[in-house]
């Protein structure tokens, strides 16, 4: 299996070195150079794997240049952290509603699913190719966590992690700045997410800095992220009733498009799912687009939900490759066109598989309050936002992207419960280690270059 890039002007890699490369040189985002069908008696088998095997079984159409027993204890030791034997639990609430649990990984949050299994890669490449790695992300709040986590001590890596000061979770920014850990660097910046996002997408343009300090991406940027989190829809999907399988739609806190694409790419690979909601916080430039076909980046405003204050979602480019029909210069022309005006027009976006909804700060207290009283079920406010506008024609299975401990000054507001999880409590006690740091790349690329390995 071959990858290649969104913008064409990248030669195509072998699974480990796209992983390794994390953004293409040209700019663009790697992506399989033909997907995968998988066919009806493909996934009857795959019903009885575990979640690992399952992952395994998934992956053998793309990581071909990894051996199966290789790959197999990757994947092992990547959800061997995880607290939950399904590794993602799906839960009913009702006969048409049910919560897939993607909080159950070291750090509370959907991104550990992927990112346990991105660091193990990138310790398998490491050893295997006798170099060193320093990974470079940008995170509106979970994603530094899990990537920080899923690094954490190991051998011939370090890891930079960009964040906006004072728009993460407390507890979010103390996952990332208490590790102890001599490899992890949690930097903060004076803006918001999109300013880190920025100047990252400059800095990884640099050539010649990201050859010479072996730098490699962390955020759903990379090809390997998207893909693990296809799994965790795979494994939800194949559980539910035979006779309900044709009709779910699955309902997803969005911020960076990166989640709800793998279940897209997912239903692009033959599997019969519905539809996709994308639920979106005040911060709600894909509701407008999924609306109205406008695309238009607005300001950000700090929220309830603060790993979906995001207004440019980097892997919609990949979605806007096979919108576009797969041709790479009409990628080029579209991304430039809204890098210098902020705007696009989209005109044919399917309705039946996509729908959108949005959810205030006003909301988010009142939602989780009435999923409590009704359910009994406690959602952490970016889960809260998926159940805003529910459709009761369709079986909907909502992504629970945290846990609620993560924030429990919301949930305590909303139904007067604050709840705690033994690992936050740990935090709590231990010094926060921060550094602040201009949003520009300039200045992360001095920092980067005094401490990379």
Not at 147 to 156: F, M, N, T, V
Not at 405 to 415: G, H, L, Y
């Amino acid at each position: 299996m071959k990858f290649i890039s969104t913008r064409g002007e990248t030669p195509s890699l072998g699974f480990s070195d796209a992983v390794a490369t994390g953004l293409a040189p040209d700019g663009g985002l790697f992506l399989p150079e033909t997907l995968p069908q998988f066919s009806s008696d493909d996934l009857a088998g795959f019903r009885a794997l575990d979640f690992p095997g399952l992952c395994v079984a998934f992956f053998r159409r793309f990581a071909t240049d990894i051996d199966e027993a290789t790959f197999t204890a990757i994947v092992a030791k990547s959800y061997a952290t995880f607290d939950h034997p399904d590794i993602a639990p799906l839960v009913p609430l009702s006969e048409n509603l049910h919560v897939l649990e993607l909080f159950h990984g070291p750090t509370l949050a959907f991104k550990d699913v992927a990112l346990q299994l991105l660091g193990n890669l990138y310790e398998h490449q490491c050893q295997l190719r006798q170099q060193s790695i320093n990974v470079l992300g940008a995170t509106s709040g979970d994603t530094g966590a899990a990537a920080i986590h899923g690094l954490l001590g190991k051998p011939d890596t370090a890891i930079f992690i960009l964040y906006p000061n004072g728009r993460v979770a407390p507890l979010q920014e103390r996952q990332m700045t208490c590790t102890g850990a001599d490899n992890v660097f949690a930097m903060a910046i004076k803006g918001a997410f999109d300013d880190a996002q920025n100047a990252l997408k400059e800095i990884f343009a640099d050539q010649a800095f990201r050859t010479t300090h072996r730098l490699s991406a962390v955020n759903s940027i990379n090809l390997a992220r998207v893909l693990a989190q296809c799994v965790y829809y795979l494994s939800a999907w194949l559980r539910l009733p035979e006779a309900q399988q044709n009709n779910v739609e699955f309902v997803v806190p969005t911020g960076n498009f990166g989640n709800v694409l793998a279940g897209w790419m997912l239903q692009q690979m033959g599997v019969p799912i519905r539809g996709f909601k994308v639920a979106t916080n005040q911060n709600d430039i894909l509701y407008r687009l999924f609306t109205t076909g406008e695309y238009q980046i607005d300001a950000v405003a700090p929220s309830l939900a603060p790993s979906m204050d995001i207004q440019v979602a980097s892997n919609f480019e990949r979605f806007l490759h096979y919108n576009l029909g797969q041709d790479p210069v009409r990628v080029r022309e579209v991304m430039s066109t809204f890098k210098a005006t902020g705007h696009y027009r989209f005109e044919n976006f399917d309705a039946d598989t996509f729908s959108a909804s949005r959810c205030s700060d006003a909301q988010i207290p009142d939602i989780i309050k009435s999923i409590y009283d009704r359910y009994g079920y406690i959602a952490d406010p970016h889960t809260a936002c998926a159940f805003a506008e529910p459709d009761p024609d369709r079986l909907s299975v909502v992504l629970a992207t945290a846990h609620p401990a993560k924030f429990p000054d919301t949930i305590q507001r909303a139904i007067g419960i604050s709840p705690t999880h033994p690992s936050l409590e740990a935090l709590k006690s231990r010094p926060i280690v921060k550094h602040p740091i201009a949003a520009t790349a300039d200045a992360i690329r001095g920092f980067i270059q005094d401490r990379a390995i």
